[in-house]
């Protein structure tokens, strides 16, 4: 099997993708630790061998689904310790493969559905591939709406899979939950995708999941594509309800009318039309007619357009976006007039919706110079308004003819994807993915890459190796750590490098100079400074204490601190926690909490550590390694119980890693993995090699594979 490392060459592939579970199955849980850790030399560097050949054969998901499954061992061992009250060496694994499944996180290119269909359809990835990808995405309304999508590319027993998964997305989100940018409901945007490609024995489900939503219009949206799947009468019943639901005020309330008008039945039609006469604002309740004219008879769409003509409250953009929206029902020489007027509308995104509307109706002379009307109007847009750019221009691509024009707006909606802020990425890209040249999909996946925090789950990524290196010297190599130091300096973002720097500080995996900027005074003499200057500027300030410590929490200054001295370790130590925690911002108090913590007393001391694991799981992530040593004994298992429950993989690798120093005890783990293969695994791999009839790992019987013999991987 092509790019099967030599190492593993030997298996077939029934043995790839099972062979973790015979290990499991036979509790050779050391072997199947080294099998995760073997090291393969690639072209330029060593890769790990078990992924290379997982990913060979096409199995990445796979790799995820071993790494959970040693995980688990470990797991289950470090609570059998925990609970016994002895030293758990494992919590080392348990922490490795935490960060290896959080590294896959971060290796998930987190575009939208729409731009991964884009790459399956242009034979840039596998369906496989794509899907693999999709479910590792931490973000369950972008899973469960690429889930739906890709469903359409697979065959019936991986289809229904991926709709089974994109449902329970769905189930994840919060009833009320918003997407970042237009703040539609989540839920609904999902099952809107669903409604025609359930199975009809996952419908009940679905309904149910859209039942919850509180938001009016949000629900409508979603009972009313359900509805199309069930029969007449049902659907009447459905929709009736709906509509008595819906809220009139609302500001996305058209495009419950649009879903409404395309699935009521013939006999719901007049309730839907005075629901929306009765709208009060004009824009909206000329809106909402404009998206059912379709299912209007003739004289009810001339009564609909002659009353968007006529209202007062419209001003005049207004009603021409909207004539604009109903222009197949429009004369030519009114199209013409609407034409005319589009180059004086002030906001280019408004233009450029206009733009689009007229271009897929009006007459041939008239769409031609349209067109070189929208095309001039385009070479106006500037990449660097970012997801603004990328609207208007994938608003007029698709009446662009292929060329060297099309190919130079798309290069620029690409500049401005890049700069797109992070809650508006992936409205972007889904308009833009549909529309990409195949030679521009490289360029648009490099700008997905970039999705998400990505230097914030790098920091939190390199504190966990750094805590991880404490205990495990060879979990951090020093090219590693060069690596870390070097990419800390150049972080955009002063706060994540700034928690960097001090886990290497803490952990003294760094050498000081690395660490402090140059051109420093000597260390002596600067020290010397700072005493005669902190002695000066305690004597000035107030002695109240309450004061003192109102001005600490407002500062952040130790100052205010060292002012009130051993005060803390008496009376004052729970009033200063009191003051710490006074704030909604977590991270807030976790920095105050880190400086109070050192001038309680002991009692005090545990209490602040309890408290830093009630903050949120980021606010937990960076602080939690300044309070593990004053952590109660007892505690230690409850902390591990916590950060195994963070949503976030990468957090909880933090926790994990910054406890593992009162976990490990003093004695190196039998279990700790290496590169280099054990004898007992060894053994493993060659007795499947060899063509035995069964693989001796477990005695489970060895399947015939008709794949070749692996090459140089």
């Not at 990913?55 to 790494?67: H, M, N």
């Amino acid at each position: 099997m092509h790019g099967v490392p030599q190492i593993l060459a030997g298996l077939n592939e029934y043995e790839l993708r099972h062979l973790p579970n015979h290990l499991a199955s036979g509790e050779l849980d050391n072997d199947l630790n080294a099998l995760l850790a073997l090291g393969a030399e690639s072209t330029d560097s060593v890769c790990n061998a078990w992924f290379a050949a997982k990913e060979a054969i096409g199995d990445a998901e796979g790799y995820a689904t071993d790494v959970a499954l040693a995980a688990r061992t470990a797991k289950g061992k470090v609570a059998a310790a925990v609970a016994a009250g002895r030293a758990a060496p494992e919590i080392g694994l348990e922490v490795r493969y935490v960060l290896i499944g959080s590294a896959l996180t971060s290796l998930t290119v987190n575009p939208p559905g729409e731009f991964l269909v884009e790459l399956v359809k242009q034979g840039r990835w596998s369906a496989g591939q794509a899907l693999a990808n999709v479910r590792r995405q931490p973000n369950a309304h972008t899973r469960g709406r690429a889930l739906a999508m890709l469903s359409d590319l697979v065959g019936a027993a991986e289809q229904r899979k991926a709709l089974q998964q994109s449902l329970a997305s769905v189930a994840e989100l919060a009833p009320d939950s918003r997407d970042p940018w237009h703040l539609a409901n989540e839920r609904a945007s999902v099952l809107v995708l669903l409604a025609d490609r359930l199975p009809n024995d996952l419908l009940p489900a679905a309904f149910s999941l859209a039942g919850e939503i509180n938001d009016t219009n949000g629900r409508c949206r979603a009972l009313t594509a359900l509805a199309t799947r069930i029969s007449e009468d049902q659907r009447r019943v459905v929709i009736r309800d709906a509509l008595d639901a819906l809220d009139p005020g609302a500001a996305s309330v058209s495009t419950a009318f649009e879903l409404l008008g395309q699935t009521a039945p013939d006999d719901l039609l007049n309730e839907i039309v005075k629901k929306a006469l009765a709208i009060s604002h004009p824009f909206q309740r000329s809106e909402s007619l404009i998206t059912i004219l379709d299912r209007l008879d003739s004289a009810a769409r001339a009564s609909v357009i002659a009353d968007v003509r006529a209202e007062r409250g419209l001003d005049d953009e207004q009603r021409l976006k909207l004539l604009a929206r109903a222009g197949r029902y429009l004369a030519p020489e009114s199209l013409h007039q609407l034409f005319a007027h589009v180059p004086a509308v002030t906001f280019s995104g408004e233009r450029f919706e206009l733009w689009a509307a007229l271009l897929a109706v009006l007459p041939a002379d008239d769409r031609k110079a349209a067109l070189d009307a929208a095309l001039r109007d385009a070479d106006g847009i500037n990449p660097e308004s970012a997801q603004y750019a990328v609207e208007e221009i994938a608003k007029i691509l698709p009446f662009v003819p292929a060329g060297e024009r099309r190919n130079a707006l798309m290069t620029r909606a690409i500049e401005g994807l890049r700069g797109t802020q992070d809650n508006a990425k992936q409205d972007a890209l889904a308009q833009l993915a549909p529309l990409l040249a195949p030679q521009l999909l490289d360029s648009a996946l490099e700008a997905a890459r970039s999705f998400g925090n990505e230097e914030y789950f790098w920091s939190l990524h390199a504190r966990a190796m750094i805590a991880f290196g404490q205990v495990e010297q060879e979990a951090l190599e020093p090219a590693e750590l060069k690596h870390i130091i070097a990419r800390a300096q150049q972080m955009k973002s002063d706060e994540n490098r700034r928690y960097v720097l001090g886990a290497l500080a803490r952990g003294s995996a760094a050498d000081e100079p690395q660490i402090e900027s140059a051109g420093r005074t000597s260390e002596a003499k600067r020290l010397a400074q700072r005493a005669v200057l902190r002695t000066a500027a305690r004597s000035l300030l107030p002695r109240n204490a309450a004061t003192l410590l109102a001005r600490w929490r407002k500062t952040e200054n130790r100052l205010y601190l060292e002012k009130l001295g051993p005060r803390l370790r008496r009376d004052l130590g729970r009033k200063a926690i009191e003051v710490a925690c006074a704030s909604d911002d977590h991270f807030l108090t976790g920095r105050l909490l880190t400086q109070l913590v050192g001038y309680l007393d002991r009692q005090d001391q545990e209490a602040v550590a309890d408290l830093v694991l009630t903050l949120n799981e980021p606010a937990v992530a960076t602080f939690v390694a300044d309070f593990v040593d004053y952590m109660a004994a007892d505690r230690i298992g409850a902390a591990v119980a916590i950060a195994r429950r963070f949503q976030d993989r990468t957090e909880g690798a933090q926790v994990l890693s910054a406890l593992m120093r009162r976990l490990e005890g003093t004695k190196r783990s039998a279990h700790s993995t290496t590169s280099s293969m054990q004898p007992s695994l060894r053994r493993s791999i060659a007795t499947c090699s060899r063509g035995t009839r069964s693989c001796s790992v477990s005695g489970y019987p060895r399947r015939k594979s008709n794949g070749s013999s692996g090459s140089h991987g």
